[in-house]
């Protein structure tokens, strides 16, 4: 085979927002102003077809190019999505391309629900899916911080976080755990970003209106709560989870394999995402 085909999948789970619009229509609306950023940059035309519960795009152009040998070495020279890590190069980009890369992924892998919010029903987050891969959570999350954004929260796929006080195990659901890993960010946070994708980057308006609406009503400044890396916080992560029959699953990369965590904060860490 001498070419290769890059196909980018817009998942929509849902067939209409939370206003009750058709987000197949919204999909589609935003493949135009899509196909105009990436179109002149490729040199080639995308193909564009529509299913009920995704959307895809895709072009295809010669392994001996240029392009194609860039877009394989800035994610690891993987086969599968479970083997991307972001190239070191990608961390030296410009802030507008770190950006452009950010909506690009988020456009594929990004939610914003009123049903992400965190305590308070105004505490709206943008959830980042990656399913598999924890490297790539990682190098997520480190480009973030190169931008000065902040992960608020990350909701890892690991006994210790998603079955804590072992509950779904103890009813023979052995790997309840074994989900995509969440990246959370406060949805005010993540406007600099944005998404290309025009229903959920109206909804991070909305919501991020809302969120800075709550705090201001309730007598707090909105960055003094959602600009805060979680070293930067006082806040004590003791709450402890008791023992894992799953903590040495081969699921789990080998770095933390077997270990005992109480916290997001700690696998963090270990992994990689630190001051």
Known sequence: MNDTIISI????????????HDIKLYVKASIADIRNII??????????????????ISFSKPNNEYLIREIIRYIGNANTHNEIKLDNEVLNFSIDEKKYFLRGFADVT???????CYFNKYEHRVYLEIPNNW????????????IDIPVQNIDWAHPNMRDGYCKKYNEGNFSFWKKEHQIKIWANEFLPIGFG???????????????????NNAGKIPSDITHRYYWDSKKKY????????????????EIIR????????????????VE
């Not at 999948?9 to 009750?20: A, G, Q, R, Y």
């Not at 179109?39 to 895809?56: A, R, V």
């Not at 003791?238 to 990369?253: R, T, V």
């Not at 077997?258 to 995402?273: P, R, T, V």
């Open 39 to 56: 179109e002149p940059l490729i040199g080639n035309s995308l193909k564009f077809i529509q299913y009920q519960h995704c959307t895809i």
């Open 238 to 253: 003791s709450k402890k989870k008791i023992q894992h029959p799953c903590e040495g699953d081969e699921f789990i990369p």
């Open 258 to 273: 077997g270990k005992h965590f109480n916290s997001w904060i700690e696998i963090a860490s270990e992994l990689g995402y």
């Open 9 to 20: 999948t817009i998942p929509h789970k849902k067939l209409v927002t939370e206003d009750f």
């Open 197 to 215: 994708v025009l229903h959920k980057q109206q909804a991070l308006e909305m919501y991020s209106n809302e969120l800075i609406a709550g705090y």
């Open 110 to 116: 990004g939610y914003i629900r009123r049903s992400n």
């Open 135 to 146: 490297q790539l959570v990682i190098d997520i999350c480190n480009l973030l911080k190169s």
